[in-house]
């Protein structure tokens, strides 16, 4: 079951190409703890190539979850698709697969989606169309042209350089907030999200999920004490 | 999400250039917006890197719902990728074809040649079983059914011995065909033999003696010697004569 778990965990981090160090770190105490930690470089070179068997095997051996642990599985791979802040069109379409294996409706993904970052999950968007590209670089240019104008109105204290400014957008993101968020959003985000990410909620799960979410819980804590300064 | 590759007739996903270009060139004409839209996309590196990626993950996934069976499962219903739908009962493990469409809305598919054939082939099936069945229902209902030689009901089905028919009478008699009697023969060649001859009696007076003749009497018409005569031959005496005969 672990090995199952992680290899679709991988496969959601691996599916933009790359794994993260946040990524790789939650692979790692999840390996750890389910005694994989060795087949783990095998497990993520699986998730790599997208080999359909070892993918389909991996579905198989999830279907067997019961009702309880299908939605905490759920949580894990939505939470691994936003471990690096962005849940990209891949992601996105990772997670509704995975959401179908374990048999959760729309309406649950999208409820379980809300708890844990505040908002809808997001339609899946479409990069096979020159409206998606177009809007998508009008987006970049009003949030730049933002950037350039209201840097005096930020709630939360702007960066001074352009490495600390990336650090800061991936700790909004890690609490589901884009980068205009107010220091109450970000309490709330925080409050909402420890509680989801609560390792106590995964002991039903097995020690690799507990060790998973106890990754999750150090990443939204650290987020939360570098954005409002703790 | 469309198979921009597919759209423009290419077989797969390719990093050539000059291979989408000529494909686009060539399907210009059919099929302008996902033209558009792939020369938009596949001819920027940028953009391209993002599409592809994004298009072997939605690719793959489209292989494992068919093989989990959840092709039609509500999640993947809502991510409008039926480019990437594969066929569940398809050996193959290539999606299904997608063909440039000359005009209409984009996201449409029309289906190809050999599956149009296909749906044809099975409805003219399809249309031929059910007459013969219509047909052979007609004819059954219209056969005189016999009391013997019915079938146990799929829910009474006993021993293997008891589904053999319980003889070999057969099931259903065919209509029997109207037999002539002797009478009628008799009367046919009476009739015919008097018109013959240019004796011309009414059909009452024939049945009489007809039936004298057949039950052995001596000549009915005596008055006329021609019954005797022509029906037994000349020289013959009819059945009655020989029984006086002996007596």
Known sequence: ?230 | MKDLYRRIGLSSQTDDRAAIERALSSSSNSNPASVRAARHILLDSDRKVVYDRTREIVLRIGQLRANLGLSRAPNGLATDCGDFEVCPSSPSRQPRAVRPRSNGPQGQRRPDSSRRIGRWVALVITTVVLCLGIIGALSKDRSPRTSRGTFSSPSSLGTPASWQQPSATPIYTTPQSPVESRADKVRKLVKKRLERVGIVLDSSTIDVAVEKLIQGRADPLPATGVLTRNFYGEGVSPPGDHDAARQ
């Open chain 1, 1 to 230: 079951m672990a090995a199952a778990m992680v290899l679709m965990l991988s496969w959601i981090a691996s599916c933009d190409g790359k794994i993260s160090e946040e990524e790789l770190e939650g692979l790692r105490s999840i390996a750890a703890t389910g005694r994989s930690e060795a087949s783990l470089n095998a497990v993520i070179e699986i998730a790599l190539s997208g080999r359909i068997a070892d993918l389909q095997l991996a579905c198989e051996v999830l279907r067997e979850l019961d009702a309880k642990h299908r939605r905490l599985m759920l949580q894990m791979a939505v939470g691994m698709a936003l471990e690096d802040g962005v849940l990209t069109t891949a992601e996105g379409h990772i997670v509704r697969f995975i959401a179908d294996v374990l048999s959760q409706s729309p309406a649950e993904l999208d409820s379980l989606f809300r708890e844990m970052t505040g908002e809808a999950f997001p339609a899946p968007a479409d990069p096979s169309s020159v409206e998606w590209w177009v809007g998508r670089q009008q987006r970049s240019r009003s949030r730049e042209s933002n950037r350039e104008s209201d840097d005096s109105t930020r709630a939360v204290p702007p960066p001074r350089t352009a490495a600390p400014d990336m650090r800061r957008l991936r700790d909004l993101a890690a609490l589901g907030l884009d980068e205009d968020a107010s220091v109450e959003q970000v309490r709330d985000a925080y409050r909402r999200m420890a509680k989801v990410h609560h390792p106590d909620r995964f002991a039903s799960l097995g020690s690799e999920a507990v060790k998973a979410a106890e990754v999750s819980f150090r990443r939204i804590q650290a987020a939360y004490e570098r954005l409002v300064g703790a």
